[in-house]
């Protein structure tokens, strides 16, 4: 099944003259499948995360993600998707300093509802990702790589289709990146796609198919060890 | 899970924001504090302010004081009292004799007025008078502290005696037949054919002067028969200068608050720009625009009820000792004074929200790309 489509994707940035990001950009994304994306600088890798990630609209072109085409829609219904189909990943963690690891886990689902039952997810969620003893740790208590699997634990809180990370292992060491790495494989057996962008060849090394970007244009395709499924590039 | 994030989400993370930075939020509140206290202390000060100059000087706005005009005698007659009555319809018109005569203790001379009813025109601190009131004298109470006079004690006036029966409380200054330094008698006791004053009370400054306007008009029609002296002018302008005074008073309370409401605007802006990305990624894992605003007006609201509640406490305090200076004792707070209160608390809070809007607003229409590019 495939969770991400992007057809044709162009995005053009205005700054005195117009930046084009993305010069039409093709490809498809399966459930289940590790994506990395990888490129120089300013090869356009965050924008098209961007509009995976439904935070931006494309200039030209469609971003279907879980069917849903956001072409047309408003603020409040893409956050509204993204909440209920798309996870973030940051290589800075982003949690709140304020929070606990257990609340910065369940933030999406605090105005929800029935926030006990997402708390209750939050702590199978760190309990799976080795954190169980720390629920009430605040984030200045934890190490990098505590907190970004605190932080995949939060992504994975609305059940999403897809999780969108941004050199995840950008601010760990080898060891600790490749625990978190490990933690995207057990995400993808679930079904969920992990998409992500890197400079970092080993963390492309992990994927099962890599995205070359330059200049805003997809590369050539240079498959890891074990490609599943035929993307589509051109 | 406490109650508070599962009932109030947004102001439960409002709430640990203001944590973050106790000491910033502390100024914050600190600064409301202040406006609130400004407007209530103020407007209190004000309002034991009037009251208590209002007593000095006497309700004197009420009264009518009617003498002879320039075309008439040296006296009222019965038709001008029965007139003055008619057109008074049913107002208390109380005729005043006055005369001199000496006090044979000291040789001096005092005014002695003439009065049927005088409790309708003084009040009596010591004493007392039966209704139908025949004899006797009633003394003023500085006439009675400046000769040690009590009830029950004579007076020789003018070669009579006469048996002190009670002492009048002391009367404001320009109060109408001012009787602090006077001795009161029943009008028989003095001599003349006629009235030398007649005083008329009414209910109100306004129906004083309507009243003046109606008796001038219908008694001076072909000659000056009676000159009519109304206060109502100057309880009006009295009235005026004090609302001129408690409005400076408010002004000063409402810049201080104003500073407030931009000290907490500085503050939320100063968050809303520290925590930039923060706000990107609650935007980023599904928070709406309206969620970010919610979360911020909490915590301008939260800032702007604990300044308010403690100001108002403070203020309290403030109004007691205002209270026991220049009324009767802390707790006599008069309902003007309630007023300021509710309103410092209300504007308080109002400022807060008011200057946490645009703040709220900038940090939620901070699309999340931006916000998370930090």
Redesign the interface.
Known sequence: MVVVEATDVVKEYESGETVRALKGVNFEIEAGEFVAIVGPSGSGKSTLLNLVGLLDTPTSGTVRVAGEDIEDHSDRERTSVRKSVVGFVFQSYYLIPTLTALENVVVPCLLDRNPAEAEQRAVDLLERVGLGDRLDHYPDELSGGQKQRVAIARSLINEPDVLLTDEPTGNLDRETGERVLDEFDRVTDEGVAVVTVTHDEYVASFADRVLHLVDGELGTDAPSVEAVGGGVFE | ?SLL??LF??T??AR??L??AKARSGLAVLTIIIGVVAIASLGSFGVAFQEAQTDAIGGFGNELLISPGEDNGQLLDERDRRDVERLASGKEVIPLLVAQWQLESTGETVTVRGVGNPKALYQIREGSIPDSWRSGAIVGSEFAEKHEIEPGQSIRLDGRTYRVQAVLEEEGQTSVANPNEAVVVPPGEIDVDGYNNLVVKTESPREASALADEIRANLNERKERVDVLDFSKFAEQFDQAFRQIRMFLLGVGGISLLVAGISIANVMLMSAIERR??I??????????I?VLGIMLAEAMLLGIIGAIVGVALSLLATMGINSLMLDGPFDFRSATVMYMVLAFAFGIGASIVAGLYPAWKASSK???EA?R?
């Open positions: 899970m994030r599962r989400p947004r439960y993370m640990r924001n944590l973050r990305e923060e990107g990624v609650l935007r980023a894992v599904g928070y709406q625009r969620d699309r999340p790309v998370l930090g």
